[in-house]
């Protein structure tokens, strides 16, 4: 079975591009997250989609940072424009859950790591 | 409010040795308990969960965690450790809900 796959696996950039990250979750999965991981404030969850619909937003950062999932396979996590301080490595998540039941187990990708110059 | 506390950095073991991985929670209501291992550039894999029964939770790779209500902990513990065990493990708490709070992690090193 493929498990969650998440595209590019590193990825350079100037300050002011933008970036966009590409997640497919595990099929027939129902719940993806996007994670941040950094040295300073550890794994923080960016937002929550269920069935495809934002239900959590409250750790996106601020306006330069969104997030669709536009079918059930595939979802983007877009910065602009990218800053330095977004340096990290960006983690997608799926999880069977299609109604945020607790103890679901989250299984994550392999992550992109992002470098801002 | 929520939050799960992992204190110690790193853990250092010889190979064959027992090996603890400390997690203690503060949460209001009955958590989800998770443990995942994270290995150089790679994603988080999951270890084990609590979910409710059996205090004793047996997961991947040989590993598993006591959950203890009174003392609020979830370590996690492996009898005798591997040098393929080296990575960061985390802790993770979840309520009755999809959210994971995370530990800040534990690097376990295994020496041969």
């Known amino acids: 079975d493929a498990g969650v796959i998440q595209s590019p696996r590193h990825e350079v950039t100037e300050m002011g591009q933008e970036v966009t990250l590409r997640c497919k979750p595990i099929?027939?999965?129902?719940?993806l997250f996007w994670y941040r991981q950094t040295m300073m404030r550890g794994l923080e969850l960016l937002i929550y989609?269920?069935?495809?619909?934002?239900?959590?937003d409250s750790g996106m950062p601020e306006d330069r940072f969104s997030a669709k999932m536009p079918n059930a396979s595939f979802s983007t996590l877009k910065i602009q424009p990218s800053e330095p301080r977004d340096s990290a490595v960006y983690f997608c998540?799926?999880?069977?859950?299609?109604?945020?039941?607790?103890?679901?187990?989250?299984?994550f990708g392999p992550g992109t790591r992002l470098t801002v110059l | 409010a929520q939050s799960v506390a992992q204190p110690e950095d790193q853990v250092n073991v010889a190979e064959g040795n027992p090996l603890t991985v400390k997690c203690t929670y503060s949460?209001?209501?009955?958590?989800?308990l998770f443990w995942y291992v994270q290995y150089p550039n790679r994603g988080l894999q999951f270890l084990l969960k609590?979910?409710?029964?059996?205090?004793l939770v047996k997961g991947s790779y040989g590993f598993e965690a006591e959950f203890n209500k009174s003392q609020t902990s979830f370590h996690l513990k492996k009898p005798s450790a591997l040098v393929s065990d080296s990575a960061l493990y985390f802790c993770?708490?979840?309520?009755?809900?999809?959210?994971?709070?995370f530990g800040a992690g534990t690097t376990v090193t295994v020496r041969a």
């Open positions: 099929s027939g999965h129902n719940s």
């Open positions: 949460v209001s209501g009955n958590p989800y």
């Open positions: 609590y979910i409710t029964g059996d205090n």
């Open positions: 993770a708490v979840s309520p009755k809900k999809y959210k994971l709070s």
């Open positions: 998540a799926s999880s069977p859950s299609s109604g945020g039941a607790g103890g679901d187990t989250q299984y």
């Open positions: 989609f269920n069935n495809n619909v934002p239900i959590d």
